[in-house]
């Protein structure tokens, strides 16, 4: 039976929207929250995929995100300044709204799931406050 398993990370992260007219062209941060949902057939052991094994998947990228800004590479602004004063900075093409950052882990994950794994969709969902999420799913070809 298709089944849905998840785990959740969590991460400190800087960012801004240069162009939103309001609050968030300041230069602020989250506490963000991923949820990573697999769904798939489980196997004969009864797993869609072991836990332990979708962490060591995701944190690395997770670990790369905590503490750092996350820079839109049109953000000019920001990018002179930490020419100038190196800090830990990850440069994405797009705005860094939760609906961007959904996207970017759901790619990573994808690229880094096993060559031999029954995932069928991967979900991926960004909470950038308790209250405010952003959610992508991409289903996978077999
Ligand atoms: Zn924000």
Redesign the pocket.
């Known amino acids: 039976m298709r089944t849905s398993i998840a785990k959740q990370f969590r991460w400190e992260m800087g960012?801004?929207?240069p162009n939103h007219p309001g609050l968030?062209r300041n230069i602020?941060?989250?506490s963000y929250e991923a949820q990573v949902i697999l769904v798939g057939e489980p196997d004969e052991s009864g797993m869609v995929m072991d836990y332990f094994d979708v962490k060591t998947m995701v944190q690395p990228l997770i670990d790369r995100l905590d503490h750092c800004f996350l820079l839109d590479a049109s953000d000019t602004v920001m990018k002179d300044f930490f020419t100038s004063h190196p800090m830990k900075v990850v440069e994405i093409d797009v705005p860094t709204t939760a609906e961007n950052i959904a996207h970017y882990l759901l790619q990573h994950i994808i690229s880094q799931l096993p060559t031999s794994h029954r995932i069928e969709s991967v979900k991926v969902r960004i909470y950038?406050t308790e209250k405010t999420y952003a959610e992508v799913a991409q289903e996978l070809m077999h």
């Open positions: 960012h801004r929207l968030c602020h941060g989250h950038e």
